[in-house]
């Protein structure tokens, strides 16, 4: 009996501590896992030009490929499909300080996510500057928060973020973002940037988020957020109102949707959902994570890929995903400085049992 | 009859009148175009904090672009950048950047051309107004920018209340910079400035807490000031732009308390001007009738509530045109306007990071 109470108690306390450790292990078990292996030295730079924490990796309808990385400066780079180095976007523009993601829309236009400039910054796929959202705030403004380090306020503006850290669209160009460490909710904004709604708040309710970290939407418009500090991913409609909660792959730090933005019918989507290995590469959690599981939009999973380390095929740490092609994930990495382009086999494996 | 019935039209036309007085500005058509143009490999145009014309039709833009750095020196913390100065042809296209690592470049809040073609910069982070030359030399330096930036020990060691997130910064505490809040050339976050035919300058000072007209010579001597903090006449909420008439009285912008405030040019306070929003910027035309152009931001990001007022300098409202938004003829915090052509103006706007070439029919 005391044995038991003590297990209980200990139960109990979980969900508080992985709160605090913000990484905790997946409950799923017996996840068949899809064999995969990453193309070697994909990703080729001139001489003298290197990226830093590769934080985003988005690809356009052409295959090209964008990484928006934290380098000496914070910076957007094209390369082609085949992975060489093509050019530099928005070289030293007022919205870039410290990068988080990228996303591709489905006129292939280049949105930069940057936490730095609390800001959502438009390239047209020229490279051109069409429209953004959220603002910088002036030096003298940004000396009163200082110096760092921060923490959740939740003053959800309509247009002004705290550290946003992802963007989604759906058919009809609607904007969704996942904003972020200071604020907690997701912001649907028209086509134009004219605000439309916003839900949530911190806490560990539905409609609640502890960190959203990344977004994504299917072709009908229903938005998957990483609700990373919860250790799951909440499923929401395209009104915003809550439709599920995905809790057994782990802290989600990267969701994608395959199938591109559209317009053209995707046919059959998965929901690829990153457990990542902590940034700072902690030993201990390397053991438990680090795997990308491959799921069925209604949250079935399907298998899962990958663990934490740093060879080639491995992750530190993922902290976005392309998955336009299903059978073909870009990821990028915090602590490994690269990314990879992974490719998965056809999995003998029949879907798996989960608890 | 006929006689009572044109009476009584007459009535109705007059209550029309001044219904439309009272109850709606009427609207100026407009075309647009989104003006500037640089390559695609930047520089890239930020906040457009000024843009302005020459006689020669160069356009000069005053933007916030690039970072603000903050370097570590000796127990003390440097700031620069964040700010640039762009020249562009009558047609928008990039020429060149002006004044490249120029001191005082840290927050664009203004830019002015002068009737000479000297180009005037204002600086809400240097606290400075700065006088460009024609040949692009420094002539005037007005206001120093404070030696260092208090971002440690000084800060407060948590972050600020949420309540206040968004206020203009106060320093912390025993903090305050050189060069910040007294008087002659001491600027608070200065906006704008503006000249007498004389030559006299007068600056808008501003958004931080001096709240105030400081008045130079044309050789940066300092003659005069006016203004406190308040709502009654010659106090200010907030000075956000500056203009002067043929006759030399002195229009500015008090933006928190909704009105713009006329003096003549010893600062002898001689009307306000209402019904005009929250005026954000303002240019003054060089007609023989001259005109006020006044843009209204109603709210912190030019999405809810906006539009430009056309003001005869009697206070009367000719019209408005456009709202706020992020499409043409949609104005993104507009906060700066040229008129030097009177139905041809330069608007530079800052959340949309672009100047529109504005028409009116």
């Known amino acids: 009996m005391r044995h038991l109470l003590i297990t209980v108690v200990a139960l109990a306390l979980l969900p508080a501590g992985s709160w605090l450790s913000a990484q905790s292990r997946a409950t799923a078990t017996n996840v068949a896992v899809i064999p995969h292996e990453a193309v070697p030295n994909f990703f080729k730079h001139p001489p003298g030009i290197y990226t830093g924490e590769n934080m985003g990796i988005a690809t356009n309808s052409k295959g090209n490929i964008y990484v928006y990385h934290r380098a000496y400066e914070t910076r957007l780079f094209e390369y082609t499909a085949k992975g060489d180095f093509v050019r530099e976007l928005g070289r030293n523009n007022y919205g870039f300080a410290f990068a988080h993601s990228v996303r591709v829309d489905a006129q292939d236009n280049i949105w930069a996510v940057d936490e730095g400039t609390d800001m959502l910054i438009k390239f047209s796929p020229e490279g051109r500057i069409l429209m953004t959202i959220g603002r910088r705030e002036d030096p003298v403004a940004m000396l009163s928060n200082m110096p760092g380090g921060g923490r959740y306020h939740g003053r959800n503006e309509k247009y002004r973020f705290g550290r946003q850290t992802d963007v989604a669209f759906d058919q009809q160009g609607n904007i969704f973002v996942s904003d972020g460490y200071f604020d907690g909710r997701v912001v649907k904004y028209d086509k134009n940037g004219r605000f439309v709604k916003a839900v949530g708040e911190r806490g560990n309710g539905n409609l609640q988020f502890n960190t959203p970290h990344s977004i994504a939407t299917d072709f009908q418009g229903n938005v998957y957020v990483g609700d990373r500090g919860n250790a799951r991913v909440q499923v929401l409609d395209n009104d915003l109102n809550w439709k599920a909660n995905y809790p057994n792959v782990g802290n989600p730090w990267a969701v994608c949707v395959s199938g591109g933005p559209g317009p053209k019918n995707p046919g059959k989507q998965y929901l690829y959902v990153s457990n990542s290995w902590p940034d700072s590469a902690p030993a201990g959690p390397a053991e438990y994570t680090g795997e990308v599981y491959k799921m069925e939009l209604d949250g079935t999973i399907i298998g899962k890929f990958g663990r934490a380390g740093k060879a080639a095929g491995e992750f530190a740490t993922i902290h976005q995903m392309d998955c336009r092609d299903p059978d073909v994930i870009y990821t990028a990495e915090i602590n490994n400085w690269r990314s990879q382009k992974i490719l998965l086999k056809a999995s003998t494996a029949k879907t798996s049992s989960q608890q | ?361």
């Open chain 2, 1 to 361: 009859m006929s006689r009572l019935i044109s009476t009584i039209a007459v009535a109705v036309l007059a209550l029309g009148g001044s219904l439309l007085g009272q109850s709606g500005v009427s609207e100026l058509a407009f075309t647009s175009t989104d003006l500037l143009r640089t390559p695609v490999e930047g520089p890239f145009v930020g906040e457009v904090a000024g843009v302005g014309a020459n006689s020669k039709g160069q356009i000069f833009v005053y933007t916030r672009t690039g970072h603000p750095y903050a370097t570590l020196g000796d127990n003390r913390t440097f700031s620069r950048g964040g700010s640039k100065l762009f020249l562009f042809d009558a047609n928008g296209k990039f020429v060149r950047e002006w004044g490249q690592d120029v001191y005082g470049f840290n927050a664009a809040i203004g830019l002015r051309v002068d009737p000479q073609d000297n180009v005037w910069t204002i600086d809400a982070a240097a606290n400075q107004v700065v006088k460009f030359n024609a040949d692009g030399a420094i002539g005037l330096v007005l206001g120093r920018k404070p030696e260092t930036i208090p971002v440690r020990p000084n800060a407060p060691a948590s972050p600020p209340s949420p309540s206040s997130p968004t206020s203009p910064a106060t320093p912390a505490p025993g903090a305050k910079p050189a060069g910040m809040g007294t008087p002659g050339s001491g600027f608070n976050r200065p906006t704008d400035v503006a000249w007498d035919k004389a030559g006299n300058i007068y600056v808008a000072d501003g958004i931080g807490t001096n709240n105030r007209i400081a008045k130079f010579d044309k050789d940066g001597r300092f003659l005069a000031h006016w203004g406190s903090t308040g709502s009654g006449p010659g106090q200010f909420s907030g000075v956000k732009a500056i203009a002067l008439d043929a006759q030399g009285n002195v229009y500015a912008a008090d933006a928190g308390n909704k009105r713009i405030q006329v003096f003549d040019g010893d600062g002898k306070f001689l009307r306000e001007i209402t019904n005009i929003g929250t005026p954000l910027a303002m240019c003054m035309t060089r007609g023989g009738t001259q005109h006020l152009y006044v843009s209204h931001a109603g709210d912190q990001d030019g999405m809810d509530d906006a539009a430009i007022y056309k003001v005869a300098l009697d206070g009367r409202i000719v019209g408005k045109f456009g709202a706020a938004g992020k499409q043409l003829k949609e104005f993104g915090l507009a906060n700066s306007i040229d008129c030097r052509n009177e139905n041809e103006l330069l608007v530079g706007e800052m959340t949309n990071w672009r100047v529109q070439k504005v028409s009116l029919k």
